[in-house]
């Protein structure tokens, strides 16, 4: 076969075109640092960088989730610490009736009064929130656990005998696949009852006030065991979280591992296809052999 000129001339063009292609890509991979800039330039690299992204994306989100459990659970055993500050009060001041004598009428009613702010003051622990949700409240988290109706009924909400009622349910928030943290305070409703009628009895007879002081620790020891609950839950998802963490780290080592270039290999290669690409030129001007205008200047 017969190599002309032009064959030689286009070969040298296509050659040319094709080391260009690979600078090109190579300064295209330093620029950006990732092997792949589009699913066609390796599609095995494309899926594999999809799925390790969507591992990262889930466990974020899971982090995420994992921050409103302790805000849930921080905000809970900040309101029972609040309630146990009143209940030991109540106690100091059923103590105070009881060891002293000479107190007068008038000195028992403004106990009275002072027992009656700190009834207020649970009340209005009992109702408190996070965000716009009211925290002890169970799954009616839209609906305040004391109204101006005083609290609910706990025990035929749901029409069903023996079965817990709305305001005992629990409130499950996903932390991780098929992994689920109870965030609400199920015996809280029923406890903050129980203390609000124990302080409608100080209204009654002085008596009846004088020999409540066993309830106010029994109802003390119910707001501990409650926070020890909490306290228990709290430790369970700061070992979510640094499990949480290890995922995170993971999925994106392996997502850096298949997607980032190794900069050292990709500037020398780029240095050897210029280096290809000068001695091509050099070659090319030799190849283009002088033609007969050449001749006749």
Request: proline share 2%; aromatic share 6%; net charge negative.
């Amino acid at each position: 076969m017969r190599v002309t000129q032009s064959m030689l001339s286009n070969n040298m063009l296509r050659n040319l075109t094709t080391n260009y292609n690979k600078m090109g890509k190579l300064n295209e991979q330093l620029t950006s640092q990732k092997k792949v800039s589009r699913p066609s330039d390796d599609p095995v690299v494309a899926m594999r960088g999809l799925a390790y992204r969507t591992q990262v994306d889930k466990v974020e989100q899971y982090q995420r989730n994992l921050g409103e459990v302790n805000n849930w659970l921080d905000s809970s055993d900040d309101a029972l610490d609040k309630v146990g500050e009143a209940l030991h009060r109540a106690k100091e001041l059923a103590t105070n009736i009881s060891n002293s004598g000479s107190m007068t009428d008038g000195d028992r009613e403004k106990i009275k009064v002072e027992l009656d702010q700190l009834q207020q003051q649970i009340r209005d622990i009992a109702n408190t929130k996070v965000g716009d949700k009211y925290i002890f409240s169970g799954t009616k988290t839209g609906t305040a656990l004391v109204t101006k109706d005083g609290f609910p009924t706990l025990s035929t909400d749901t029409g069903f005998v023996g079965e817990p009622t709305a305001f005992e349910s629990d409130i499950n928030i996903d932390v991780f696949d098929g992994v689920q943290l109870n965030v609400n305070s199920k015996k809280a409703a029923a406890m903050f009852k129980k203390i609000d009628a124990m302080f409608d009895g100080f209204k009654g007879s002085t008596a009846t006030f004088e020999n409540s002081i066993g309830d106010i620790d029994k109802m003390m020891d119910s707001v501990l065991e409650e926070r020890a609950d909490l306290g228990a839950r709290q430790n369970r998802a700061e070992l979510m979280n640094n499990r949480l963490e290890s995922q995170v780290g993971i999925a994106k080592k392996q997502m850096s591992q298949n997607e980032d270039v190794d900069i050292e290999k990709v500037i020398t290669e780029l240095i050897t296809q210029e280096s290809v690409s000068r001695a091509a030129l050099a070659a090319g001007a030799r190849i283009i052999q002088p033609s007969l205008v050449d001749f006749l200047r």
